[in-house]
Every structure is written in C-alpha cells, then in structure tokens.
C-alpha cells in the first residue's frame, strides 16, 4: 500500500529529541516550547504564538479568548473540518455556512456579506487544501461591520497571500502541526496573533487558568492544551526545512498535474490564483458526475491495487450530529456536497517517492482513463 501521507523526519528531529531525554525535559515547561512559538510566529510575522497540543485545540482556545458565546453568530464555510464549528456550538454560538467557490474549493467569500446580521460576531476563514482564501474581501467586510476574522491556516504552513503570510491576517490565526502538515509534531497546534491580551488568555486557557499567585484557585475554566517539550523539539527541527518542504509539495503537485492533465471528467487542483501558487497540502481530485462513478467507489477501488487515500470533508449541514443539534434546517450547499461525494485526495506526503508517485499516476490513468 502507497500511503496517501508518509512524513519526513530526518533533519534534526532525533538529535533534539535526544537532548530533551538527557536534560531531563520532556514537560511542557521545557526550553523548546518557548523557541518554538518564537520562531514560528516570527516566521508568520505574528507578535505572539502560543502551542497548544493540537490545532482543534488552537482553534478551541481562539474561540474562548474571542469571547464567543450564547446567541453569537460566526460565519464558517460548509466545507471544512468539524473542528472549526466545535468550541463555537458548545459556546452556545451559532456557526453560518457559505458554500465553496468551485475553481479554488475555498469559501465563496462573495456569500459572506449577505449572511451577516446584527448577532454576527466573527468570521472564520479556513484555507483549503493548498489555496488560501481570497482575504482582502474578508477583511473589508470585517472593518465595515466591526468582526473579528478568525484565520484558520492549519493547511498553510508557509504559503503566502499576495506575499505575506498565512497565519498573519485577522485578529487570531491557528495552524495545525499534524504528522500530514508541512511542519509537524505528531500532534500539535499554534495559535497566534499581534495582541497582548488575546496571547495572555490564551496562554491562561490552555493551562487550565491556573493564577500566578493562587495557582489552585480558579477564576475562570480553561482546558489543559499544553504542548510537551517533546513535541516542540521535533517542531523546531521540521520548521528549520520548511522552505526545502515547500519546494518538494511544489514539485509533487506539478508532477502529478503534468501526468494526470488527461484523466477526463476529473478536476484537478488549481496551479495558482492571481494571488498564490499553490502549496499541494494534499493533492486532490474532484470527479465529475457525468463520470458515473462517486468519490467513495473511486477510492475503493484504488485500495484494492494499494494506493491509499482520504475523502474530502463531509460538509458541516451534513453532520449527523450537528443535524441533531438542530442546526442548519433545509439548507443546501451544492458545491460543498459535491466536493464531498465526488472528492478524495491521492498520496501526497512529504516522504513520498517519486517511484510511488509515477505508480499512482499509472493507476489513475488505468483506473480512469
């Protein structure tokens, strides 16, 4: 079986690893975790980052610091993980979908605006797959109305908009360090942002709001999200290569646009927009429904000649447990259910070979020629 994620970790993961064992820390109070969040945020171009154990956490604790809670409107897209509408539903708040602009697969920001009313209290961007979210328009709604833009770059490790940084934009960004991201650290997260004040809580929300001078006394309830020493330790050794792992996603991604451009009916991944070229987190195919055979089928059929990979993101109006809640009564998204039953995403790790890489593609165009 080809994996559709094989990550690398063989710079200086075990040489830091190794001087966490012998000093002895290996807790969250370790030296790592501070340069860590250092480095990463100056990489963003943010003041302030804050690790946390994973990226559901970040977003959990952005939420919670933002001050979300009953009645608050957040507007999310429908396509996209559960994790970004988890802390908003426990706040008591209420996400609101907007569907998917079908060339990027991100949210149609030109569906934000009319979605907005008086309980509306941010906006969450979550950029997809590779792209980021067209955020200009974003950010001059947020001004005119007064919201606060939650960035959600989980998938962005290094990719840029219009030259600056994902992660950089909004009042609170968030990244995700699982094993399938860029950078990783087994488990992981980052929140980050420029104020003082949204770092502090953040940094209180994920140790469980202990006080500095009353450690057992609680004023407020928070979560134990700390990252261990460990985890930043590998985190330092990924982000050192960051740059060497964008070239390589680069290079996967225009390999397997050059020898699957004549697979027909299927959608392959933008290259580039007007205001990014695309990082190929994960390499995804969209097929068309004319082709007579669904995401689910395609991927089955795939495993049985042993390449791995992964469906696309159940839109949030899909969610059984969510429908259960209530929420998102007779609402339809078409492009977000599209992508759902008709996508999947293909090998695309960092350790992929280029071996595995061509017996894909041959497997693909045999499969779907």
Same mark, same amino acid.
């Given at each position: 079986? @080809? ?31 501070? #340069? ?50 988890? $802390? @908003? ?20 920001v030109g569906q934000i605006e009319r979605k907005i009313t008086?309980?509306?209290?941010a906006i969450m961007v979550v950029h997809i797959y590779g792209?980021?979210?067209? =955020? ?22 290094? #990719? ?36 003082? $004040? ?12 202990? #006080? ?54 299927? $959608? ?6 007007e205001y990014a070229d695309n990082v190929y987190w994960v ?35 899909? $969610? ?42 041959? @497997? =693909? ?5």
């Amino acid at each position: 079986m @080809i994996p559709v994620n094989t990550p690398l970790l063989d710079g200086n993961e075990k040489k830091y690893l190794l001087e966490c064992i012998e000093t002895g820390w290996i807790s969250s109070e370790g030296p790592f975790i501070k #340069q860590f969040e250092e480095q990463f945020a100056s990489r963003v171009n943010r003041r302030h980052g804050v690790a946390v154990c994973n990226g559901t956490a970040a977003i959990d604790a952005a939420i919670e610091a933002l001050g979300i809670g009953p009645g608050d409107e957040v507007i999310v897209p429908a396509f996209t993980i559960i994790s970004c509408v988890n $802390q @908003i539903v426990r706040a008591g708040g209420v996400p609101v979908l907007v569907d998917s602009d079908r060339t990027t697969w991100n949210m149609d920001v030109g569906q934000i605006e009319r979605k907005i009313t008086p309980r509306t209290k941010a906006i969450m961007v979550v950029h997809i797959y590779g792209l980021p979210v067209d =955020l200009d328009p974003v950010l001059d709604i947020a001004r005119r109305y007064d919201l606060k833009v939650i960035e959600d770059a989980a998938e962005m490790h290094g #990719q840029t908009y219009k030259g600056r940084p994902c992660g950089s934009f909004g009042d609170i960004s968030t990244f995700s360090f699982y094993p399938n991201k860029h950078v990783t650290t087994g488990e992981g997260g980052m929140i980050l942002t420029n104020s003082e $004040q949204l770092a502090d809580d953040c940094r209180s929300l994920r140790n469980l709001c202990f #006080q500095p001078h009353k450690r057992f006394v609680h004023e407020r309830l928070g979560w134990n999200l700390r990252m261990t020493n460990m985890q930043a330790a590998i985190g330092v050794a990924q982000l050192e290569r960051l740059d060497n792992f964008l070239a390589h996603k680069r290079r996967l991604g225009a390999r397997y646009t050059t020898a699957l451009s004549t697979l027909p009916k299927v $959608q392959l991944p933008m290259a580039r927009t007007e205001y990014a070229d695309n990082v190929y987190w994960v390499f995804g195919l969209v097929l068309d429904k004319e082709a007579g055979i669904s995401a689910e089928e395609a991927m089955r059929r795939l495993a049985s000649r042993g390449v791995g990979t992964r469906p696309f993101f159940c839109p949030m109006h899909q $969610q059984p447990v969510l429908r259960r809640l209530g929420l998102f009564d007779n609402e339809s998204y078409p492009v977000a259910e599209q992508l759902y039953s008709q996508g999947f995403y293909i090998p695309s790790g960092m350790g992929l070979t280029d071996a595995e890489q061509d017996r894909v593609c041959e @497997i =693909l165009l045999d499969e779907f020629s």
